[in-house]
């Protein structure tokens, strides 16, 4: 599986941004999607997921700003952020843990995608 982010960039603090994450292969709808990211310094931390069944998981810190989707058709994953904050400010990456299971643990991701900047400015 392979996988590519778009849509990072600057941002004022309270504005928005729309993440994307194309995977490839023809068996996109029977996987898990994840959203981490990773600030300097920091662990890499778990920050949206969106299962093959469609539950959606967030993290605490997110809950309520961002939104995850998926697009089975597109082979696509997009994590929509509103309300951003200086501490949103990492590189986003997308992964995906074995075909068919469903877990938020950073540990049991096989797949990533090269990251995509977020920059939040207070």
């Known amino acids: 599986v392979q996988l590519v982010e778009s849509g990072g960039g600057l941002v004022q603090a309270g504005g928005s941004l729309r993440l994307s994450c194309a995977a490839s292969g023809r068996t996109f709808s029977r996987y898990t999607m994840g959203w981490f990211r990773q600030a300097p310094g920091k662990e890499r931390e778990f920050v949206a997921g969106v299962s093959w069944s469609d539950f959606t998981y967030y993290a605490d810190s997110v809950k309520g700003r961002f939104t995850i989707s998926r697009d089975n058709a597109k082979s696509t994953v997009y994590l929509q952020m509103k309300s951003l904050k200086p501490e949103d400010t990492a590189v986003y990456y997308c992964?995906?843990?074995?075909?068919?299971?469903?877990?938020?643990?950073?540990?049991?991701?096989?797949?990533w995608g090269q990251g995509t900047q977020v920059t939040v400015s207070s």
């Open positions: 992964a995906v843990p074995p075909i068919g299971t469903i877990t938020w643990d950073v540990q049991k991701y096989e797949y």
